[in-house]
């Protein structure tokens, strides 16, 4: 749809070197306004290597959003009261409306959602390491809320600077959703400890015992060990990197855990005076290599959750199209 293709080339002249030429100074350019902090429109020209980092990033952002959904969908039958139910349906649908921002977003880049599912389905694409642990008890649902949508919001604030406008101005819009998450998260949890019976209490302590070391692994690798990072913060697409997010939502977190009362599972954690900020202990890299790879706990099932909805769904699709065919058809008649 966004063709770059510049095939100027006058009769007689050297194509390759022509075309060559351009792009440099298309690429100048590029990097000038990349250097003034402008936003880059779909519209404009960028390099073929900005566009895929963007394609990618973007659909695992994407993807994540809409499996996301499915730990959490779980308990909507089970939520404890009306309210409870109320509140964590219309998380679930903003979910579904944040993987389809992004999904637009990805195809102003000129990848359908077609080829962005297909990615999804036959396990070429990844989504976020988080949702591929259960969701044992009720406690779990306010701690994805706090912990899990408190990172998410995290790495995702400064994202809404992101070059790519189309991305940026997507993320304005998450963000301000993924903050009331955040919050219904830590209300559940608040109450539950506040109010809760003993048994309630031990079951808020153990879903914050289960996850916490995913929820700081969701920020990526170690920055020495980040491939993408390096051109991903140079093109502005990427404005803080993995360890300065993780150090900062473990710095925010932990007042937030004696707010309610819960230990945080982490012998080592601790102020550091020097460096105004907490030192924590090892995490098991190891683990989040295991879960990127297809092999957490609940890989295979989120997977065949997503292409049976995806197979279940095709006689809509059959549908919408034939209904589209038969109006185009009637127009032209
Ligand atoms: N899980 O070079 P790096 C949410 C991959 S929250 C899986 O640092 P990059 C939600 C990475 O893709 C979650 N894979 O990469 C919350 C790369 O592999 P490829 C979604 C991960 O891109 C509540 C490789 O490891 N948020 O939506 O510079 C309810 C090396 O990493 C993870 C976003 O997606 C991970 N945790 O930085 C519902 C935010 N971490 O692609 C929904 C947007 C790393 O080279 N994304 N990898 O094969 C980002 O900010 C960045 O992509 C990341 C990774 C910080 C995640």
């Known amino acids: 749809m966004y063709t770059q293709a510049m095939d100027t080339t006058a009769a007689g002249e ?17 990097d000038a306004r990349i250097d003034a902090g402008d936003f880059i429109e779909a519209k404009d020209w960028m390099p073929e290597h900005y566009r895929k980092t963007l394609v990618r990033q973007i659909s695992q952002h994407a993807h994540s959003e809409i499996v996301g959904m499915l730990p959490e969908g779980n308990w909507i039958s089970r939520a404890p009261t009306l ?35 297909d990615a999804l389905h036959t396990g070429r694409a990844k989504y976020s390491s988080i949702f591929n642990y259960p969701t044992l008890s009720w406690a779990d649902m306010g701690t994805i809320g706090w912990l899990v949508d408190g990172a998410a919001i995290m790495n995702q604030v400064p994202i809404c600077r992101c070059s790519y406008a189309p991305y940026a101005r997507a993320m304005i819009r998450i963000c301000r959703e993924e903050s009331f998450h955040q919050r219904q998260g830590f209300e559940a949890l608040l109450t539950m400890m506040t109010k809760g019976t003993a048994a309630q209490k031990a079951m808020v302590q153990d879903a914050v015992n289960r996850w916490w070391w995913p929820s700081i692994m969701m920020f990526g690798p170690p920055d020495d060990e980040s491939p993408n990072s390096a051109q ?38 601790k102020w550091n005076e020097a460096r105004q900020s907490h030192d924590f202990g090892v995490i098991d890299w190891s683990e989040f290599k295991r879960v990127i790879a297809g092999d957490g706990p609940c890989n295979r099932e989120r997977l065949a959750a997503r292409v049976k909805a995806w197979n279940d769904g095709a006689w809509v699709r059959d549908a919408a199209t034939a209904h589209a065919n038969k109006q185009t058809m009637k127009e032209a008649a």
Do not use: C
């Not at 300065?244 to 080592?268: H, N, S």
């Open 83 to 117: 309210k409870r139910k109320a509140i964590l349906l219309a998380k679930v649908q903003d979910e579904g409306g944040h993987g389809l921002y992004l999904y637009a977003a990805a195809e102003t880049l000129g990848t359908s959602r077609d080829q962005l599912f």
């Open 14 to 30: 050297a194509p390759k070197a022509r075309r060559s030429a351009e792009e440099m100074q298309l690429q100048e350019r590029f």
């Open 232 to 269: 991903s913060m140079r093109w502005g697409i990427k404005r803080v990197s993995n360890d300065e997010l993780r150090q900062r939502f473990i710095d925010a977190t932990v007042d937030q855990a004696k707010l309610l009362g819960v230990t945080l599972p982490d012998p080592d954690l």
